[in-house]
């Protein structure tokens, strides 16, 4: 294991230790549920293409969302007899960098460098048989997206190589999105453990000058408390799992599941809409595995998937892998 990888993974585990310490020390009821969600190749051993994502995510107490997301969703399946929405308001941050940060000379057959600052207003309905959710972002993709500093900040937190090679990176460009997701529970079933299991399949489809695509997948689970949640979260393009998990005792499970995007648009791929820099070109058809475990006890969870993605572009060399550590707290 890497010194660069050691370092990482023991910042994860400092970030476990303080929120479980937060909520040892906290007695006041909770107004909203905090989830902080950290995505990095470096989990894998590597610093390549999608290389971090950062997302923090309040989910309020009142089901208030804003007028306009309400009538937005309703015009989705269902919605039509949902007294009261849940409301999430998100804000992430991703990077992408070519295969090789250390080389000066930029390969026209790799993907850009690129940041990406977007914030997304989220719905849905949430009842035993599964989910829908509408999603609504907006966003700045270039170097507006401070891509370049947040990289270099985290290299040198962790002391590893540094990218020399932002001056290639996507012009600046505004993003929207609009995503629909629907996900169905298949009834959990006992097991001679006296654990249970169950599976989901999901899909979703994404409009936007950032992502447009379509998505399938399903994923299966085995453990304790699988009622308290829809899966582990994920940061986009990924059909994420839900955010909200319902409080209790200690409750663990473990997973896997595959997931295919059918790819009409992919701005860190292919570059700017209008304009500004050319990217390469994508694979239109993108699949992962991914698996992982839950734990969670009382108003605090944790979650860790690994995920192993297929080719984005053509000139591709190979596919890619990488960790999300996800944490959550009922606050």
Not at 249 to 266: H, L, M, N, P
């Amino acid at each position: 294991m890497t010194a660069s990888k050691i370092r990482l993974l023991a910042l994860a585990a400092l970030m476990a230790l303080m929120a479980g310490h937060t909520f040892a020390q906290t007695a006041k009821e909770p107004t909203g549920l905090w989830v902080v969600e950290y995505e990095n190749d470096l989990f894998a051993g590597a610093d390549r293409y999608y290389t971090s994502g950062l997302r923090l995510t309040r989910v309020g107490q009142t089901r208030t969302p804003p007028d306009w997301l309400d009538s937005l969703a309703r015009r989705f399946p269902g919605f039509d007899d949902a007294e009261t929405l849940p409301y999430s308001l998100s804000i992430s941050h991703n990077i992408f960098t070519p295969a090789d940060i250390e080389n000066p000379e930029f390969p026209p057959d790799d993907r850009l460098y690129a940041g990406w600052l977007n914030v997304e207003f989220k719905t849905g309905t949430l009842n035993a048989r599964g989910a829908d959710r509408v999603r609504v972002g907006l966003g700045i993709a270039g170097p507006a997206a401070g891509g370049k500093q947040l990289q270099n900040y985290i290299h040198d937190l962790i002391d590893t190589r540094t990218p020399v090679g932002w001056e290639e990176q996507l012009e600046n460009e505004p993003t929207i999105l609009v995503g629909y997701d629907r996900l169905r529970r298949i009834s959990p079933i006992s097991t001679p453990s006296g654990r249970r299991f169950d599976a989901s399949y999901f899909g979703g489809v994404t409009l936007g000058n950032a992502y447009t695509h379509v998505s399938g997948g399903g994923f299966m689970r085995w453990g304790s408390g699988l009622s308290a949640d829809f899966g582990p979260p994920r940061i986009t393009p990924a059909v994420s799992g839900s955010a909200f998990f319902r409080p209790g005792g200690k409750t663990w499970y473990f997973f896997a599941g595959a997931e295919g995007r059918a790819v009409g648009r992919d701005l860190f791929i292919e570059g700017n809409t209008f304009g500004g820099r050319d990217g390469v070109d994508p694979e239109r058809l993108v699949g992962e595995l991914f698996g992982g475990f839950v734990y969670s006890n009382g108003r605090f969870r944790m979650t860790y998937t690994h995920v192993w993605r297929t080719r984005e572009f053509t000139a591709q060399a190979r596919g890619q892998d990488y960790g999300a550590l996800s944490l959550s707290l009922w606050w």
